[in-house]
Structure formats: C-alpha cells, structure tokens
C-alpha cells in the first residue's frame, strides 16, 4: 500500500495560514475520491477540502479550531499502490460558514426514525470504515451544531428538522427532550452541561468584537421617533408597489440615514488609530448585521446614497440571503463605511451596539410599539421607536451624535422629506 499526504493548498487569498473548523473524517475512515474531509476558515470565507484520491485515512493534522500553515500536511490517506502518491491538490472550494455540509454516517434504515419519548435506545452505528460510500448523507448544519451532535452523541440523521432541512440547536434541543430518558439528561432532570468549542466564524466575531470595545471608548445616544406617517406611507406604497419587492422600514430609514450625513460627514468615517488618520467617506457604503446560523455577518450594501427604495429593498433581501447561505463574497463582506444593526420584532426598547471597528459609529433602530402620546391637548394612539447610535468619543462628540439623530428624527417623522432632493 502507499500512501498520499494531502497538503493545505494556497487558497489564493495571499494568506499564510488557516483555521481547521470542522473534520468531516477521522483515522480509520474509508474516504472516496472528492469526498469532504475538512472546513477550514480564513479571514474572508469558510471553505471545504475534498480528497483527490481514495482509500483510507490514517492521519489528520489536528483538531478543530488550531491553525495550520498553508502547504503543511492536512491529512495522511492510504492508497493502492507501493509508494508515495504525487498528485496536485484539488482546487478548495468555499462553502457557507453557516451551512458547512457535514458527511455523517446514519444507520442503515430506509428513513430518518423520529425518536420518541417512549422508544428503545437507537442501535450504534457501525465503525465508520465498513460502510461504503454510498450510505453517506449530507445534513445541513451550522459547526457549532456539529460539534455540540458530537459532544452530545447525537446523529444529526435521526434530528427532525424544519422544511429546510437544516438542523439548528432548537432542534437538538427538541432531540434531547424527546430522548430525557436516554442519558442525554443527568439526574433530576436538567441536561449535563457542555463544553462548546469557539472556534470559526464564531471565534472570528469574539475577537472583533473584543477588539471594538478594547479599542474604542463607546458612547451610545438614544431617542424616541414617532413613526406613524412613516408607517403610514409605508403602508400606501406596499399597497400599490405592483411587481416591486414589499417594503420594511429598513429602506426607508435608510434612505434618511443617507440623506443626512453629508451634513455630518464624522459618522460615515473610518479611523486608522495606528496611522491617526480619519477618512470621511464621499460615498455611504452600508454595513447591514446579519444573523446567521453561523454568528454574526456583516454584507454592505454599495452605494446606498445612490439607490431609491425600491433598490434598497431588493439589495437588501439579497445581501441577507446571501450571508445566511455563504454565497456573499469577500468584497461583498468588507468595506463598510456606516453600520445599521436591528433585531427586527425582537427589537427591544433600546440597544448599546458596539461598533463595526474601524468605522465610528453604528445605528441600531428598536421595536415599534403603539402607545399614547398627548397632541393638541389630547391623547392618541402613535407609534413610536426608539433608535440608539453608538460612537467612537475619539472622533465624534456627544454633541455631534446627538445633533445627527435630530436631524434623523425630522426626516423620519415627517417622511415627505425623504423624496425631496
């Protein structure tokens, strides 16, 4: 028998190393040519490994969430053959980071079996190297689900999931209910704890995030917007739209958002603190905070001074769309020069956010609530929103933030002004 060392290939991303996020084989596992064996994550993408022979695994570099060096040895695999295979890596290809397809080994049953909260213990399914191929299934998943079906000793096959057939950590938490008596659960009813590895996009976020509030002395202003005109007209421009997308209030406070920062051009900035340099952009290139299965991503939307509504609308559903399924690109995920963060109807009544290092400031819009309000002498119903900005004190005052937010509230609260040039 030979053997073939598989070596991490250069991604083509000018990087020097990479991180191993999740292994789709271990020793002793019989793999087919172009069959997974790792995810492995960069600084822009997440992306999956295939193995350009077949045969068997006998070595692999590490485990999830170390780094390894670009031509270092990622897996050893034993092929046909008297001597060392010599082969040119295959090409890596990316893959969601939040759908990062796992290659499980289910039972051989016809069917997924549902468990149930009186059924007998599930059979063990056999060692991985006796099953062939072709019993292999894909399930959809994030790597933190993976990692807690494998701490957990779940086969994430046996999961029932929504129509997507993507298996979240709700639906791991239904598998355990469901199976309280099967020794997922320790005595007196509570689950053992678990120990989650943050590793990936995860770990990625953590350190961002760290390094926003170890760096930038955060502020946070917060205001009340009455927003019934801006629902009302929402509510007349849905109603005749025709064949354009349904509006949300994001394009509309986005549009106001635009229209007001040429008159404060220190919140559209970016600040290279190690050069002392702050640039103001000319154009609003706008980060969008996506929630994924992954963690948090950040698509831009290019040019939003530029778009109208309408525009705004359908960039907005298809940047969304293609983070939660991995297809946004690098240049698709950096370059923002403003961040807008919402919950959506979670919203809450006010948020701190924490900025999108290097840029300066982040706008995060709160639920709308219907609540009383005196006007004229009496009271009515409004619908009021709270929106909350959070600022880097080296760079915008307080004065500055608080200035830029009223001049928001106008546009918001009378929202004609929004399509006067």
């Not at 990316?94 to 009186?118: L, R």
Request: glycine content about 8%.
């Amino acid at each position: 028998m030979g053997t073939y060392s598989f070596k991490l290939p250069d991604i083509g991303e000018g990087i020097a190393e990479a991180e191993i996020v999740n292994w789709h084989v271990a020793v002793g596992d019989v793999v087919e040519e172009d069959a997974p064996l790792a995810d492995v994550m960069t600084d822009k993408a997440t992306v999956e490994m295939t193995s350009p022979v077949a045969g068997k695994i006998t070595k692999i570099a590490g485990e999830a969430g170390e780094m390894i060096a670009i031509g270092s040895i990622l897996a050893v695999i034993e092929v046909e053959g008297d001597a060392e295979v010599e082969l040119e890596p295959t090409p890596a290809v990316p893959v969601a980071p939040n759908e990062a397809a796992q290659v499980v080994k289910p039972d051989p049953v016809p069917e997924p079996i549902e468990a149930k909260p009186e059924s007998s213990p599930e059979p063990k399914p056999e060692p991985a190297a006796e099953r062939p191929a072709a019993e292999h299934k894909r399930v959809l998943a994030s790597p933190a689900v993976r990692q807690r079906a494998k701490d957990l000793g779940i086969d994430l096959a046996q999961v029932k999931t929504a129509e997507d057939g993507r298996v979240r950590h709700a639906d791991l938490d239904a598998f355990l209910s469901y199976n309280a008596g099967g020794g997922y659960r320790a005595a007196g009813g509570a689950r053992a704890d678990e120990q989650i590895k943050v590793i990936g996009l995860r770990r990625r976020i953590a350190e961002n995030m760290a390094a926003s509030k170890r760096a930038i002395p955060h502020f946070t202003y917060v205001e009340e917007f009455d927003v019934t005109k801006l629902e009302e007209l929402r509510a007349d421009l849905n109603a005749t739209r025709g064949a354009k997308p349904k509006l949300t209030m994001l394009p509309l406070l986005i549009t106001a958002i635009c229209k007001t920062l040429p008159a404060f051009p220190m919140i559209n900035a970016r600040y290279d603190d190690e050069a002392g340099i702050v640039t103001r952009s000319g154009a609003v290139h706008l980060g969008m905070a996506t929630q994924t299965d992954g963690g948090l991503m950040v698509p831009v939307i290019r040019n939003a001074q530029s778009l109208n509504i309408w525009q705004l609308a359908t960039e907005i559903v298809r940047l969304a769309d293609a983070a939660r399924t991995g297809k946004a690109t690098s240049q698709e995920l950096s370059g923002s020069t403003l961040t807008i963060t919402s919950l959506g109807p979670l919203g809450g009544i006010a948020t701190t956010p924490v900025i999108n290092r290097p840029e300066v400031a982040i706008i995060g819009p709160n639920k709308v609530v219907e609540r009383p309000v005196f006007r004229d002498g009496q009271v009515v119903a409004a619908k009021l929103m709270n929106l909350s900005i959070s600022c880097d004190h080296r760079v915008v005052d307080g004065w500055d933030a608080a200035s830029y937010v009223q001049a928001l509230k106008r546009l918001i609260e009378t929202p004609a002004l929004l399509f006067v040039d």
